[in-house]
T-cell receptor
Framework: DADVTQTPRNRITKTGKRIMLECSQT?????MYWYRQDPGLGLRLIYY???????NKGEISDGYSVSRQAQAKFSLSLESAIPNQTALYFC???????????????FGDGTRLSIL | SQELEQSPQSLIVQEGKNLTINCTSS?????LYWYKQKYGEGLIFLMM?????EEKSHEKITAKLDEKKQQSSLHITASQPSHAGIYLC???????????FGEGTQLTVNP
């Protein structure tokens, strides 16, 4: 079983619809992230959370919201989807180890979202 | 904000050849990560470099960090078709709260 699970894997929807992408992890990591990947633009950070009560905006948070329901769950919502939000979305997690510096992020398999 | 430039953007090599991918930062590097991605799939963590001059190897892949040049290189020896994919570098921000990624290098290895 995957350590970082994203659902759904693929989604096609229409402009104006509300969409939720879900991410769950079994790694026991405190930190979770949402990115989108677009051709030619690389990976861009949407939101990140360092614990259940900590939510931070990334570089492209407009049009998105998130919820950290538990340590293991971090969901991304598009309240009213628009076509330029068509992209590949990734969830990632990383550990917080006191005194050990930053740890690598581990990624889910992605959600391919198409908005018509 | 920090920017990472990867070169080349794409690379096609014959199986068995050596190759190098570079990642250059516009700011001081505090931590540098290399990932591999198969098209349309998730990113697989390869290596993390945190100190100037640090070098790490895994199987036929070696990564180095040149802190003074604000650059990291990824070298693959005797490439194989299984090495094909997109290689991305990511760098910690000052304070380490987030990663910035390069746009990736698309590697094709022809048998």
């Amino acid at each position: 079983d995957a350590d970082v699970t994203q659902t759904p894997r693929n989604r096609i929807t229409k402009t104006g619809k509300r969409i939720m992408l879900e991410c769950s992890q079994t790694k026991g990591h405190d930190r979770m992230y949402w990115y989108r990947q677009d051709p030619g633009l690389g990976l861009r950070l949407i939101y990140y959370s360092f614990d259940v009560k900590d939510i931070n905006k990334g570089e492209i948070s407009d049009g998105y919201s998130v919820s950290r329901q538990a340590q293991a769950k971090f969901s991304l919502s598009l309240e009213s989807a628009i076509p330029n939000q068509t992209a590949l979305y990734f969830c990632a997690t990383s550990a917080l180890i006191s005194g050990a510096g930053n740890q690598p992020q581990h990624f889910g398999d992605g959600t391919r979202l198409s908005i018509l | 904000s920090q920017e990472l430039e990867q070169s080349p953007q794409s690379l096609i090599v014959q199986e068995g050849k050596n190759l190098t991918i570079n990642c250059t930062s516009s700011k001081t590097l505090y931590g540098l990560y290399w990932y591999k991605q198969k098209y349309g799939e998730g990113l697989i963590f390869l290596m993390m470099l945190q100190k100037g001059g640090e070098e790490k190897s895994h199987e036929k892949i070696t990564a180095k960090l040149d802190e003074k040049k604000q650059q990291s290189s990824l070298h693959i020896t005797a490439s194989q078709p299984s090495h094909a994919g997109i290689y991305l570098c990511g760098a910690d921000s000052e304070g380490g709260s987030r990663l910035t990624f390069g746009e990736g290098t698309q590697l094709t290895v022809n048998p």
